[in-house]
Each structure stands twice: as C-alpha cells, then as structure tokens.
C-alpha cells in the first residue's frame, strides 16, 4: 500500500468536460486520464483540483476577436493569447468536473481564468501574474511542500502550473502517465516537458 505522506499534495489540473475528446477544446487521449488519476488518490492526504472557470465571452475565446480562428496566436490586454474555441463557462456542464471523479476525495476545488481581461493557465496566478488564487498560501497552511502534478493541458494549464509550483518553491513531479497534451504544433509537449525539467520539475514516466 502506498504511504500518504501529509507534506505532499495531488493536483488534479482542469479535469472538465469540455477538454475530453468531442469537446470544443477536446484534449486527445484525456479520456483515459480518469482510471489512472482515481488509482493514486489514496496515497495523498491533500487532493487539489483546479477548475478553468471561465465567464461567457471571456478574452481569450476566438469568437470575441473579429476574424480569428481558434488555435491561432493573438493578444488580450498587451499578452500574447492563444485564441480558444469557447470552453469552460462558468456553471456549464463542460466546465464540470468529469464524471467519475470522486468529488468527496477531493481537499479542495481552485477555479481560475474568470477575469475576462486575462487567461489562467496556472493554477497559481493568471498569466499576467496580477491575480493569485490563494493556492500557494492554501498548501503551505496545510503543511505541503511536494507536489504531484496531473491532468490537461501538458503543454498549457499543466506545464504552467507545475513551473509556478517550482517558482514557489515546491518540489514538483509532473506524472506523465496522467497529463494529455493539446499539441496546436508538433513538439509542443516536448518542449515544455524540456522547459520544466530546467526549471527543476521531476518529469516521472512511471
Ligand atoms: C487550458 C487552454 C485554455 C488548459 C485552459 O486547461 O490547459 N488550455 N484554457
Ligand atoms: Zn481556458
């Protein structure tokens, strides 16, 4: 049996509805992610989801941005934005928790992303990192120094979540065998998986 040790934590990045295959920002594979993720939750005493929970319209949609089309590079408020197909509005059904995801094992729910004026890939700060969710302060009050990072996007809310954990001072695994990728280019996982790795993230494929 696996021990839980009370200094570490399991993030649950963005498990939604809306990043499962046939969804508006479907994430290939994230539908295998759940058996997986539900397998390791009993060797943690803190379990964290984090929760894109975004109003209608928000900036970073590509149908707020006259001729855009989704996946292609923009700017919201003077940050470069990837403009998203419209995802994860607040109160939605694809802004849900899978179903399956036992909401009772979870510690706690961090929502992000709901400023219209900026995206929230982290589940830290926003990506102009004016806004904190509280989450940082949230682990250290229990206690938590050793974070394991799963969920969607790899390349995104994952990889940006795992390096603020880093920043922070948290020891950080990325578990791979949990986390699916959007991959808009070829490499995309690669390299941010190479870009954690530097920023001192332990990339675990087992
Ligand atoms: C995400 C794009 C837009 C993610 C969220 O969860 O990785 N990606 N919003
Ligand atoms: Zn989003």
Same mark, same amino acid.
């Given at each position: 049996?696996?021990?839980?040790?009370? !200094?570490? #934590?399991?993030?649950?990045?963005?498990?939604?509805? *809306?990043?499962?295959?046939?969804?508006?920002?479907?994430?290939?594979?994230?539908?295998?992610?759940?058996?997986?993720?539900?397998?390791? /939750?009993?060797?943690?005493?803190?379990?964290?989801?984090?929760? =894109? &929970?975004?109003?209608?319209?928000?900036?970073?949609? #590509?149908?707020?941005?006259?001729?855009?089309?989704?996946?292609?590079?923009?700017?919201?408020?003077?940050?470069?934005?990837?403009? &998203?197909?419209?995802?994860?509005?607040?109160?939605?059904?694809?802004?849900? /928790?899978?179903?399956?995801?036992?909401? *009772?094992?979870?510690?706690?729910?961090?929502?992000?992303?709901? =400023?219209?004026?900026? @995206?929230?890939?982290?589940?830290?700060? *926003?990506?102009?990192?004016?806004?904190?969710?509280?989450?940082?302060? &949230?682990?250290?009050?229990?206690?938590?120094?050793?974070?394991?990072?799963?969920?969607?996007?790899?390349?995104?809310?994952?990889?940006?979540? #795992?390096? @603020?954990?880093?920043?922070?001072?948290?020891?950080? !695994?990325? &578990? /791979?065998?949990?986390?699916?990728?959007?991959?808009?280019?070829?490499?995309?996982?690669?390299?941010?998986? *190479?870009?954690?790795?530097?920023?001192?993230?332990?990339?675990?494929? #087992?």
């Amino acid at each position: 049996m696996e021990t839980t040790s009370p !200094e570490s #934590a399991l993030i649950i990045v963005d498990l939604q509805n *809306d990043f499962m295959p046939g969804g508006p920002l479907g994430v290939p594979g994230a539908d295998s992610l759940l058996p997986l993720i539900v397998g390791r /939750l009993g060797g943690f005493s803190t379990v964290v989801a984090t929760q =894109d &929970w975004h109003p209608p319209g928000h900036g970073s949609f #590509a149908s707020q941005h006259p001729g855009a089309q989704p996946g292609e590079l923009g700017e919201l408020d003077g940050l470069p934005q990837v403009m &998203w197909p419209d995802h994860c509005v607040a109160g939605t059904r694809g802004a849900e /928790l899978v179903d399956g995801l036992p909401l *009772d094992r979870l510690t706690a729910v961090f929502r992000k992303g709901q =400023d219209p004026r900026v @995206d929230s890939y982290s589940g830290f700060f *926003d990506n102009g990192r004016r806004g904190d969710t509280g989450l940082a302060d &949230w682990l250290r009050g229990r206690g938590v120094r050793r974070l394991v990072v799963v969920g969607v996007a790899t390349d995104y809310c994952v990889q940006y979540t #795992a390096r @603020d954990a880093a920043t922070l001072g948290f020891e950080v !695994e990325l &578990w /791979l065998p949990g986390c699916r990728g959007v991959e808009l280019q070829p490499g995309d996982v690669a390299r941010a998986l *190479d870009g954690l790795r530097s920023a001192g993230v332990e990339v675990t494929e #087992a």
